[in-house]
């Protein structure tokens, strides 16, 4: 694993415990957590790319083609590319964690 690799697993801990998703049966934590992350990785790939050049893009697309399984290699692609990616990162945690502890 390279050092910017993301760790999908130590996110996913870190969700079950920063949500309050612990007192849930294990198998509910894995459909909310892998729910909530699909919806916190498309709305951190939509925000970042807006802010990527058309070159970027283009080869963001060609990343996500060649690795259709692996979010991590997306996120690490758009951490290298974006100056701005952790803030971005942070805050579309946040406003999803809001929408998420409102609707509970």
């Known amino acids: 694993m390279n050092p910017t690799q993301t760790d999908i697993g130590t996110l996913k ?34 925000r970042v790319s807006d802010t990527l050049t058309d070159a970027d893009k283009d080869e ?13 290699a997306v996120l690490d692609f758009l951490r290298e590319k974006s100056p701005d990616f952790d803030k971005i990162a ?13 609707a509970a």
């Open 13 to 46: 801990a870190q969700m079950i415990k920063e949500w309050g998703l612990q007192e849930m049966p294990p198998a509910e934590q894995d459909k909310m957590v892998d729910e909530l992350g699909e919806v916190l990785f498309k709305s951190i790939v939509l």
């Open 60 to 72: 963001l697309a060609s990343v996500a083609d060649q690795n259709p399984t692996n979010a991590g």
């Open 90 to 102: 942070s805050a579309e945690v946040a406003t999803l964690k809001r929408q998420f502890v409102f």
